[in-house]
């Protein structure tokens, strides 16, 4: 029997400390699109660095058609024929296509470049491919599809690559872009190359993939023919053990109504939502990326304008369209990433926590200075934030404190309402269930949260009810008691 | 850490004190202390550290004067001067004298730059200001039918207006086009010299009335107006941006606009105002430079944003936004006085102090110690 194409056996890699990979194995045949699968954490992109050359593991195998292999660097992985395609296009789009595909690497004469064979070497290329494109047209005329196109071109340049990889390609593609890219892995894989293909979307998995392996906290748990197993036993695999105990659940939901949402429209993002966010209650909201999650929360903050609908805030309704009006309602928002728009990085603790609040203590416009440190006492206090002073620049700080300061400066203003937006992405499981805590209490003491989130398991650890979107419409309004990781998951993709 | 038990309100409030008295930086809450601060050797590096990082421009500016205080002393040990000329009270009002109106746009360049912004136009809008107060307060032309106090309040105001106008005018186009502020005041710059010249159509205005005159020449007690007016100014400037709300939301802008945004800041607002003080302080200097020279020229001011940007930077201000220190500015503007003064008096040839200049600057942004830490 012929050795697979590749094999990966019990790769092993610790990072600080922290178990990364336990048992990363995985075996790839000639003709196979391999389908990766895994929650965030699982070790995917660490084995798929490894197998790149980026990172050394520090036990375990790989062999390329039963020779044993390892890279140094990522150089070492191009020329045994490993190519990746990365989730983030990295074209320049004032470049035509063939300017692009052979970047650091064209063709010259005398030092200058050979424009005349480029483009015959790009449009060889894309021929033997199968891609329709035109070499000298210019990136940016493109659509993303097509520049997807020429970013597997431009991986496959280098050298007849056989094992491809592709890591989340469908993440900034829509539909139609998604099936063409299809069709352009369908008919790789029976030249005899070997695909691995990462993706969130189950969908896709059953579309075009016809092995599979999950990871699961570092380690392979099952892996086969995906005609073998239906998408419950996938979605199984994937979530694996019981997460009691994790979360902090307190707070009862009332029947008062806080804020209530009909017919929010913003094209095209989403369409037609309409929910009512009760007294005590943590709403959750469950979505992929680009189901218009960020956008409701965004809305309702006031960030955008040009919606259609209405917002009421305890009765009153909501112009739309203005942060102060929102904060004045008593609505309070925790983006979705912190360094980006969370946090001032390079100013000190308590500046960042005060920032806010400002306006409430001042007089003649001057900060009263006494009555700020006490509330950026209290906020240190209350979000228990591990600083050694308030002076301290808020980017020494852990990811997790970093986090309790944009809470705490949420707090400060005293809000009823918290829109909380992935709230404890990067952050360690200790800091997560001090976030689970003050969510619980925050319901708990008369106010309302809504939660976007990607982990299910913490949505159903901590949410009263789960909103469900899907490309830009709500699917589904699921109890706490009838919610599912199975359920959501389905609904969702 | 063990996953904790929520507070109870009595512990909040007692926790809420504790911490408030952290405030003053001075001690540390023994479950946060940081390991291995016992080695006195770690202590003493880690406090010259922090001396360095906030005194080393105090210090530096220490150091040049001691350099070129030698520099001068050699000279008189040589027998070729008579007395050091350096180091003299007279001499250090001189440069005082010098430095206001850079230090002036510098105070204002600080605002502009702690927003995330530059503003490349200050030069030329000192120009058309000291323009403007100077077409109000001459003798040659009737357009100056007033006396007494309005003689001087007339050309102040109008030119002051001037400089608000192209500073708003600056932000305005920033933050609603939301075009790269180099661009916007690089307009600026042009447009502003180009005003500047059409107002007397290229010529120069002098004969100016000795009212106006006493705000470059004048003297309060035994100091020279202009330096009252840098001192005003940076003690007005430095409460602003110290002890106000604006102050705070202009280095929260600066900082990261999304986040301030998202805070509830109207960033917009906070950019117009910060062009709006450059410009007015641009207008300040200019009345000063018309006053002093005594007329009101074309090519006045021109490229002294550059010296105004490089005070703000020798002094620590962060291109990037959000960091940096008026006092800073005070003193990178003081190390550039001194320079200019110093070498000047050394005799040094002017070609060889530009190059002097251009190496000072780039040597104090290498080695300042904050910087690392605020690009970080």
Request: with cysteine; glycine share 12%.
């Amino acid at each position: 029997m012929q050795p697979p194409l590749l094999s990966i056996r019990a790769i092993k890699k610790n990072f600080s400390g922290v178990h990364a990979l336990v048992d990363g194995s995985l075996e790839l045949e000639r003709g196979d699109i391999h389908a990766l699968c895994g929650g965030n954490g699982a070790g995917k992109s660490t084995l798929l660095n490894i197998l790149m050359g980026f990172t050394k593991p520090d036990g375990g195998e790989i062999f390329i058609e039963g020779k044993p292999v390892r890279f140094m660097n990522a150089k070492e992985a191009l020329n045994a024929g490993i190519a990746i395609v990365q989730q983030e296009l990295s074209a320049v789009p004032h470049l035509t296509v063939a300017e692009n595909i052979y970047l650091g690497a064209e063709p010259s004469r005398y030092g200058f470049v050979d424009f005349r064979q480029l483009n015959e070497q790009a449009e060889k290329l894309l021929k033997s491919l199968g891609f329709e494109l035109d070499p000298t047209a210019r990136m940016d005329t493109l659509g993303i599809a097509s520049q997807q196109l020429v970013e597997i071109a431009k991986a496959l340049s280098h050298r007849d690559a056989d094992i491809l990889i592709f890591d989340e390609p469908t993440s900034a593609l829509g539909e139609e872009d998604a099936g063409r890219l299809f069709e352009a892995m369908r008919d790789m894989a029976p030249a005899g190359k070997g695909i691995i293909f990462v993706t969130h979307r189950i969908a896709e998995i059953f579309a075009i993939a016809n092995t599979y392996t999950v990871f699961k906290d570092g380690a392979r748990v099952k892996s086969g023919r995906v005609s073998d197993i239906t998408r419950e036993q996938l979605i199984e695999a994937m979530i694996g053990g019981d997460v009691a105990g994790e979360f902090v659940k307190e707070n009862k939901p009332g029947s008062v109504p806080l804020l209530e949402v009909r017919g929010l429209t913003r094209a095209p993002h989403f369409a037609d939502i309409s929910f009512t966010l009760h007294q005590g209650e943590v709403l959750g909201i469950y979505g992929l990326v680009g189901s218009g999650r960020t956008e409701v929360l965004d809305t309702i903050y006031g960030l955008h304008r040009g919606r259609s609908g209405s917002i009421s805030m305890r009765g009153k309704r909501l112009k739309g369209g203005s942060i102060g009006e929102a904060l004045e309602a008593g609505i309070a928002y925790v983006t979705e990433d912190r360094k980006l728009s969370g946090l001032v990085l390079c100013a000190s603790v308590g500046d960042n926590l005060s920032l806010s609040v400002l306006r409430r203590i001042q007089t003649w416009g001057f900060i009263r200075s006494k009555e700020e440190r006490l509330r950026v006492g209290k906020a240190v206090g209350m979000m228990r934030i591990k600083t050694p002073t308030t002076r301290e620049l808020v980017q020494n700080l852990s990811g997790g404190n970093q986090q309790k300061v944009v809470f705490g400066r949420c707090v400060l203003r005293e809000p009823k309402v918290l829109l909380l937006d992935e709230p404890t992405r990067g952050v360690d499981v200790g800091t997560k269930r001090e976030i689970y805590r003050f969510i619980s209490d925050f319901a708990g003491t008369g106010g309302a949260v809504i939660m976007v989130s990607s982990e299910l398991e913490e949505l159903i650890g901590v949410s009263d009810r789960i909103l469900v979107f899907r490309k830009g419409h709500l699917v589904s309004a699921l109890s706490r008691a009838e919610a599912t990781q199975k359920k959501l998951m389905m609904a969702a993709v | 850490m063990t996953p904790d038990r929520v507070l109870g309100k009595a512990q909040q409030d007692e926790q809420a004190e504790v911490h408030s008295e952290l405030l003053s930086g001075a001690v540390e809450p023994a479950a946060n202390s940081v390991s291995g601060s016992s080695s006195s050797r770690d202590s003493i590096k880690g406090r010259a550290l922090k001396l360095a990082k906030h005194y080393g421009i105090v210090i530096a500016f220490i150091l040049l004067c001691i350099l070129v205080g030698i520099a001068c002393q050699y000279r008189v040990m040589k027998g070729e001067w008579s007395e050091n000329v350096f180091i003299t009270s007279d001499n250090f009002m001189l440069i005082l004298y010098q430095i206001s109106i850079n230090g002036i746009l510098a105070i204002g360049m600080t605002f502009v730059v702690i927003s995330g912004g530059i503003d490349l136009s200050v030069g030329s809008v000192l120009a058309f200001a000291g323009m403007l107060a100077a077409s109000f307060a001459t003798s040659l032309t009737s357009v100056t039918p007033w006396s007494g106090t309005y003689a001087l309040a007339v050309p102040i105001l109008f030119a002051l207006l001037g400089g608000v106008a192209c500073g708003a005018l600056n932000g305005w186009i920033v933050s609603r086009f939301r075009i790269q502020p180099f661009i916007a005041t690089l307009g600026m710059l042009l447009a502003a010299r180009g005003a500047t010249m059409a107002l007397t159509g290229g010529n120069p205005i002098s004969s100016l009335n000795p009212h106006l005159r006493w705000f470059g020449t004048g003297k309060l007690g035994s100091i020279p107006l202009p330096i009252v007016m840098f001192v005003v100014v940076f003690a007005m400037a430095w409460i602003i941006l110290n002890k106000t709300v604006f102050g705070r939301y202009v280095y929260a802008v600066g900082g990261n606009e999304r986040s301030a945004r998202t805070s509830g800041i109207k960033s917009n607002q906070i950019k117009i105002w910060v062009y709006a003080i450059s410009g007015l302080l641009a207008g300040v200097a200019g009345i000063i430079l018309t006053a002093k020279t005594g007329s009101g020229q074309t090519s006045a001011g021109s490229s002294y944003e550059l010296d105004a940007i490089a005070a703000a930077v020798i002094g620590g201000t962060s291109l990037s936004g959000g960091v940096g220190k008026l006092s800073g500015t005070l003193f990178g503007a003081l190390i550039m006085g001194v320079m200019n003064n110093g070498l000047d008096i050394l005799g040094v040839e002017s070609y060889y102090q530009l190059i002097i200049k251009g190496a000072l600057i780039l040597t104090a942004v290498i080695i300042d110690p904050s910087r690392k830490a605020a690009d970080a």
